[in-house]
Nanobody
């Protein structure tokens, strides 16, 4: 079992920054990769960024150069640093962790005002 708790969402003006956190507990050593998805109203959930246990990262084209995913293994926490935010980034952001199962956090709302 892996338990994920997100934090750090909120309301920010366009051009601003937020940092999301995903605190992890449970069978952390069994995690293969982790990442962030987001879901905007009326849209499908989309992958934003992911990071493997070896530290390799991937990003959606829409966030490349603006968002940075990272992990602090000592704190069992994953982060998503989001800069130059745009109203199009408004969504509920979910962290996930993949072992041989897929675990999700509860989601955190990010709202970017124009």
């Amino acid at each position: 079992q892996v338990h994920l708790v997100e934090s750090g969402g909120g309301l920010v003006q366009a051009g601003g920054s937020l940092r999301l956190s995903c605190a992890t507990s449970g069978s952390i050593s069994s995690i293969n990769n982790m990442g962030w998805y987001r879901q905007a109203p009326g849209k499908q959930r989309e992958l934003v960024a992911r990071i493997t246990s070896g530290g390799s990262t991937n990003y959606a084209d829409s966030v490349k150069g603006r968002f940075t995913i990272s992990r602090d293994n000592a704190k069992n926490t994953m982060y998503l640093q989001m800069n130059s935010l745009d109203p199009e980034d408004t969504a509920v952001y979910y962290c996930y962790a993949r072992t041989f199962l897929l675990y999700w956090g509860q989601g955190t709302q990010v709202t970017v005002s124009s």
